[in-house]
């Protein structure tokens, strides 16, 4: 697992890095990060253990076990990808290993929503751009591409493809909305009004001078 | 009896108004958010050892502090073994989840109630006996059963692993504000019956979906008379009935209860402090959303013979049949059979037991265990049964041994254990093997719920489990009081 720099955090414009292909169509969660590693006090081992059992099974030829995918952090798939279980622990596991923004030709509606919640942008592309964007990355895996949610689109140097999303999620997107704790903080003034007109606090206080 | 035979009062235009749930609601609120919730102040958070640890986990990962720390109150529970507490324990997974959550205790100085601080126990039997849980509160608690706290008069509901992240960083939640539906109780319960019966009688009447998009309030006369344990035991398990939340307006038992308590107001504070919670009873004038009645005094003692809390009978009746049921509860109703291994027309009684469980949030307090107590007393369990008394916290342990209840239990063959969630969850070693049936005075009966793939359970009152414990079958509790069986 890449020991990655910060997990999605604020407003979110785009993603810049590498692409990698991971081909398939109804790639379940229960593929994506297998139940017997839901027994966790936290998500942090999850990102060693995404596709845990397909990649033991191809030896290291998954393309998560790609020497040229290591370092990316956009992934390519197919449809439906993310269907079965609702673990949040799929897409967790996804971003700990380093994935920033999906771009499918489908989602599983969960698994979407699941993504949202933690920063990662789910878009769709069409099958003829699809085509042509995997084909460009095979030839060109150092490439360096620009996936932007307000222009929906994603280019290299050299290409620009069309992606969509749709238009509530975009906005939470641009705006950080996706972040439901900080939406919650930014009313920290508001907040400490609340507090101080509850009744019961001052008595409630006492609570830490005592000793336990 | 089916809904149709209720005596409904549906006013769905009409929002609930002045209702304890509208003013705490309102008091609490700090805004509205743009997607149309409302963002809530929490009042007090209480943690376990289960669903904190990712939340602590996500704090970090968004370099966030806890907002008000000494706003949340943390203990260890469901995965503490019983029979003996000493550290490490036996199961290395039990044993990392707890020092999670003393590590996390201390580096975001939360206060912890640890196992041999006196204060430890089930979270939701805790808070209650050290007066932490206040009326005119918002309680929440990565728990379902949250809603116990409700018994005071607070608005109490149990949360997700995001939303304990959440509060922890914000101390307050996207909420959207639910209906009030209020349960009126007339009359008082006879002998033998008790608050566990009342509420397992609502949940087979209204269903477990009922309740759905509304906060419980619990009122009339037999709920004037209940105690706080008992007004506990029925708010506990509103979230059987579907309801995120119920409660029980404030009064002198309530007061009374609180004085003294540990984190209850004092001095000045206390007048000040009643003075309020008075005031934020529902008006007597107060507008619900819709109200049901029911007559405690028709209430007998109830047990479950499904999967659902909502499958139960009053002891003296029979299981139903399919065709009695509404459409919508039959499917389920034939996985019962099947799971179970009962027939419908049969009765409950005489059923032979394996396993018999007095504990939880719902019945392991003072007033369960003396009342199970007076049932064991010169009795015997029955040859071939485990049965075994779990108390609800290290309080409640030290008050029975006062009481010399522990030796009552003893004599009578029941095993004494140490306080935790014990064999409700099954998340510790307390299980039922293979397809054992087990007398349980906690909250659910799922399949699987008590540690094994097919173990069987069915839930009752305290005084009904040590009767089937000292019979060894299930038997209506009516038949041994006051008589020597
Ligand atoms: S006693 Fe049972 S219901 Fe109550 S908190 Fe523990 S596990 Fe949950």
Redesign the pocket.
């Known amino acids: 697992m890449k020991q990655d720099t910060l997990f999605p955090q604020g407003s979110i414009h785009s993603v810049t890095g590498k692409c990698m292909y991971l081909s398939g169509n109804d790639i379940d969660t229960d593929r994506i990060i297998p139940a017997r590693f839901l027994k966790c006090v936290n998500f942090d081992t999850l990102g060693n253990h995404v596709f845990i059992d397909d990649r033991s099974e191809k030896k290291g030829m998954h393309p998560f076990d790609q020497n040229h995918n290591k370092t990316a952090n956009i992934l390519i798939v197919d449809k439906n990808f993310g269907c079965g279980s609702s673990r949040e622990h799929a897409p967790q596991a996804l971003m700990r290993w380093g994935i920033r923004a999906i771009i499918g030709k489908s989602f599983a509606e969960i698994f979407y929503g699941n993504c949202l919640t933690l920063g990662i942008p789910c878009v769709i592309i069409k099958e003829e751009d699809a085509s042509s964007l995997i084909n460009f990355l095979n030839k060109n895996h150092d490439s360096i591409f620009k996936l932007e949610l307000e222009k929906k689109m994603i280019t290299s140097k050299e290409h620009i493809w069309e992606i969509s999303i749709d238009n509530s999620s975009q906005r939470m997107f641009l705006s950080g909305g996706w972040d439901a704790t900080k939406s919650l903080i930014n009313q920290i003034e508001k907040i400490q009004t609340t507090k101080s007109n509850l009744p019961y606090i001052n008595s409630f206080q006492k609570l830490q001078e005592k000793p336990s | 009896m089916k809904k149709a035979n209720l005596n409904f009062y549906i006013s769905s235009k009409t929002l609930s108004l002045n209702t304890l749930y509208d003013k705490i609601w309102s008091l609490h609120r700090v805004t509205e958010l743009p997607e149309g919730s409302t963002q809530l102040f929490v009042g007090l958070h209480l943690i376990h050892e289960v669903t904190s640890p990712q939340a602590f986990a996500a704090l970090d990962e968004k370099g966030l502090k806890v907002l008000c720390p000494e706003r949340t109150i943390a203990t260890v ?2 995965i503490v073994p019983t029979i003996t507490q000493s550290r490490p324990f036996s199961d290395p997974l039990a044993e990392e989840m707890l020092q999670t959550l003393e590590e996390n205790c201390k580096k975001h100085s939360i206060k912890f109630f640890k196992i041999g601080s006196g204060n430890q126990g ?3 039997v805790i808070a209650p006996e050290t007066g932490l849980t206040q009326p005119g509160m918002t309680i929440a608690c990565g ?1 379902s ?1 949250t809603s116990t706290h409700g018994a005071f008069g607070s608005i109490a509901f149990g949360i997700g692993t995001s939303q304990v992240r959440d509060v922890l960083a914000s101390q307050t939640l996207a909420m959207k504000k639910l209906k009030v539906r209020r349960l009126w109780f007339d009359g008082k319960l006879n002998q033998g019956v008790f608050a566990k019966d009342l509420i397992l009688h609502v949940i087979q009447k209204l269903g477990v979906k009922d309740g759905v998009g509304y906060a419980y309030e619990f009122a009339g006369p037999a709920i004037d008379h209940f105690s706080m344990e008992e007004r506990m035991t029925i708010c506990n398990m509103a979230i059987e009935a579907g309801a995120r939340c119920g409660y029980v307006n404030p009064d002198q038992i309530t007061f009374d209860y609180l004085k003294n308590k540990a984190f209850a107001p004092k001095g000045n504070a206390w007048d000040e402090a009643i003075k309020w919670w008075k005031s934020i009873a529902s008006d007597k004038n107060a507008i619900f959303d819709d109200e049901v009645r029911f007559n405690a005094s028709e209430i007998a003692p109830t047990v479950t013979w499904g999967i659902t809390p909502g499958q139960a009978i009053a002891i003296d009746s029979l299981i139903p049949s399919p065709e009695s049921l509404e459409k919508s509860d039959q499917q389920i109703a034939l996985e019962a059979y099947k799971y179970m291994d009962l027939k419908p027309g049969s009765s409950l009684e005489g059923l032979n037991i394996n396993v018999c469980f007095i504990g ?3 019945n392991g307090r003072i007033s369960d265990l003396q009342k199970a107590a007076e049932i064991a007393k010169d009795r015997h369990v029955a040859k071939g049964v485990k049965a075994f008394v779990v108390p609800g916290s290290e309080q409640v342990a030290k008050e029975a041994e006062k009481q010399g209840l522990h030796k009552i239990f003893l004599k009578a063959g029941f095993e004494w254990r140490k306080p935790g ?1 014990s064999m ?2 099954a998340m510790n070693p307390d299980k039922l093997e293979n397809n054992q049936i087990s007398a349980s005075s ?3 009966n799922f399949k699987g719920r008590q540690g094994s793939a097919n173990g069987r359970t069915l839930l009752m009152s305290p005084a009904m489990v040590a009767a089937a414990a000292v019979t060894g079958a299930v038997i209506d509790v009516r038949k041994l009081i006051n008589k020597k069986i």
Do not use: A, E, Q
Request: proline content about 0%.
């Open positions: 529970d469901h089930i979270v939701h728990d059963h939880s949030c719902t969630c409700c969850l906690s909250n659910r």
